[in-house]
């Protein structure tokens, strides 16, 4: 039943390509980056 239900939401969604950096990969860099106290 739900690969039915996927298979009617895929079947009716628009396809969105994103391009540029990635935000998960910027806050990683920021919180590891952050001196120890």
């Not at 996927?6 to 001196?35: F, Q």
Request: charged share 30%; aromatic share 2%; glycine share 2%.
């Amino acid at each position: 039943m739900a690969d039915a239900i996927l298979d009617r939401v895929v079947h009716n969604a628009y396809k969105i390509n994103l391009s540029g950096k990635s935000m998960r990969n910027e806050r990683k860099k920021l919180i590891t980056d952050r001196p120890t106290p």
